[in-house]
């Protein structure tokens, strides 16, 4: 199963380059001929994310944004994006000085979490999992 999440934004180059330059993240930006506004994409595996520009999401479904900006954006999303290794991208929003919510270290199980809001608001969890050894072939 996939899933496809549409997450509206403020500022498209912007979450651009946050996700790109700061979080280390492919993200890459769809421009299409019909004059239809650009999407930044973010392949996750099975999944995918979206962002799309807020007014040309509000443009396109009047009716499901009319009370968008009663509550701010990212209220209940979580997203959890996993590393192989945290260390430079933790570097990279230490030097940028961007606010971590906070960092949890679990030694028993050699996780680590950097808790942090992107520009819109929403709430990212980057992971580092322990890595897995190798399965020996046992057909051999």
Same mark, same amino acid.
């Given at each position: 199963? #996939?899933?496809?999440?549409?997450?509206?934004?403020?500022?498209? !180059?912007?979450?651009?380059?946050?996700?790109?330059?700061?979080? +280390?993240?492919?993200?890459?930006?769809?421009?299409?001929?019909?004059?239809?506004?650009?999407? +930044?994409? +973010?392949?996750?595996?099975? #999944?995918?994310?979206?962002?799309?520009?807020?007014? #040309? +999401? !509000?443009?396109? &479904?009047?009716?499901?944004?009319?009370?968008? *900006?009663? &509550?701010?954006? *990212?209220? *209940?999303?979580?997203?959890?994006?996993?590393?192989?290794?945290?260390?430079?991208?933790s570097r990279r929003l230490d030097r940028l000085e961007h606010h971590l919510l906070y960092? %949890?270290?679990?030694?028993? &199980?050699?996780?680590?979490?950097?808790? %942090? &809001?992107?520009?819109? *608001?929403?709430?990212?969890?980057?992971?580092?999992?322990? #890595?897995?050894?190798?399965?020996?072939?046992?057909?051999?």
């Open positions: 199963m #996939s899933l496809t999440l549409t997450l509206a934004v403020t500022d498209l !180059a912007q979450t651009e380059d946050f996700y790109r330059d700061q979080l +280390l993240q492919p993200i890459e930006r769809l421009s299409t001929d019909g004059g239809l506004p650009d999407v +930044l994409l +973010l392949m996750l595996n099975e #999944s995918v994310v979206l962002f799309r520009q807020d007014n #040309s +999401l !509000a443009a396109m &479904h009047p009716a499901l944004f009319q009370n968008l *900006g009663r &509550h701010p954006k *990212g209220v *209940g999303v979580t997203l959890e994006l996993t590393y192989d290794e945290l260390n430079p991208v960092e %949890l270290q679990d030694d028993e &199980h050699r996780r680590r979490e950097l808790w %942090l &809001h992107d520009p819109d *608001g929403y709430l990212l969890i980057l992971t580092q999992e322990p #890595s897995r050894p190798e399965r020996k072939d046992m057909t051999a």
